[in-house]
């Protein structure tokens, strides 16, 4: 048995860039990082002939190509896994949230069938194929951030250029800004999100076919990816605090499914109520708000108040790693 732990992530800045609709003709910038909310992927060999795949539901198949699990199947296909074998995912927050889980449940099942060959593969190897398997043999409508951050771990930044090569540099902050956002960033879970990938598809088939709007919105949200980092590499995190602001109101604009009566209202409320600025974490309307707050007692309390559950997190500095190895 072996297991392996990924991280899922919160963006930001720069979110909606790492597209490749968007990076193969502008290049994109993301600051991701990742938090101790994990994914959780474990192999074990069995005495039996077939493959027994347990998710959110139970699959027992003769052949990989049987498989419904589309990231599963890939995967297995791509390293020509034989039969015997099981494998179990969980996680600490489950799918449809907007917290990166597709991305990190493709790199930690990667992670866990290298460690299963018995072969080495580097964080930025691991994030390639990742992405590649859930772009190109997958045809998802998603980016690269999620992939990345999850194989690296930390507060880092992204360039997603148009050879598709990617350029990975931590955020230079200092710990007193890293405990900053720790204490003053806060999530609250909204409910399911279920039009992410109607949202990114949109955002796609704009973007190639050349939409003005959808492509300034995007590079427009590129430089307040870069003045984010600015701002936290210069420890002025309240700044950051209010350019998520405006990093929601771009984001909104990119597609009338992004929010609701609801997330409206609850947003307004926590600007009202001791946050700064804030965003909807994750591409569809639903998953988890996130502020900065100036007063984060304050900003609980009115969060409380509407019935939303706060989910407290720290960073994670490892990125997807192998935790049991038997």
């Known amino acids: 048995m072996l297991i392996t732990r990924t991280p899922l992530r919160i963006s930001i800045g720069g979110g909606g860039t790492d597209l490749p609709s968007f990076y193969r003709e502008c290049d994109g910038f993301v600051i991701s990082a990742a938090i101790n909310k994990y994914m959780f992927i474990g ?5 039996t002939d077939d493959y027994l795949i347990k998710y959110s539901q139970l699959e027992r198949r003769r052949s990989v190509a049987d498989i419904e699990h589309r990231i599963v199947r890939a995967v297995f296909e791509a390293h020509d896994l034989e039969p015997g074998l099981e494998m179990v995912s969980l996680a ?52 690269k951030q999620d992939q990345y951050i999850a194989a690296h771990g930390g507060l880092t930044c992204f360039e997603f250029r148009a050879d598709d090569s990617v350029a990975v540099s931590p955020l230079a902050v200092s710990q007193e800004t890293v405990h900053d956002l720790e204490e003053r960033l806060l999530l609250f879970f909204t409910g399911y999100s279920r039009s992410a990938g109607s949202i990114l598809a949109d955002q796609r088939t704009r973007s190639e076919r050349g ?13 307040l990816g870069l003045r984010i980092r600015e701002a936290l590499e210069a420890g002025r995190p309240e700044d950051f605090g209010r350019m998520m602001d405006e990093h929601w109101q771009r984001k909104r604009a990119r597609s009338s499914g992004m929010t609701n009566d609801d997330i409206d ?7 009202s109520n001791g946050a700064i600025g804030g965003k909807l974490v994750g591409a569809g309307t639903g998953g988890f708000l996130m502020f900065y707050a100036a007063d984060p007692p304050a900003l609980r309390a009115a969060m409380s ?20 190895r038997n």
């Open 211 to 223: 939409d003005a709007q959808m492509l300034e919105n995007l590079r427009q949200t590129k430089q």
């Open 265 to 271: 209202r609850w947003y307004a409320t926590g600007v």
């Open 92 to 143: 600490d927050i489950p799918s449809g949230t907007g917290l990166g889980s597709s991305g990190a449940f493709t790199v930690g099942l990667l992670r866990a069938v290298y460690a299963h060959k018995r072969e080495h593969i580097a964080a930025e190897a691991l994030a390639e194929e990742a992405a590649r398997i859930e772009i190109d043999v997958l045809g998802e409508p998603v980016g």
């Open 305 to 324: 108040g509407h019935g939303l559950t706060e989910t407290r997190f720290t960073f994670d500095h490892d990125g997807s790693t192998v935790i049991v």
């Open 43 to 47: 192999l074990n060999r069995t005495f």
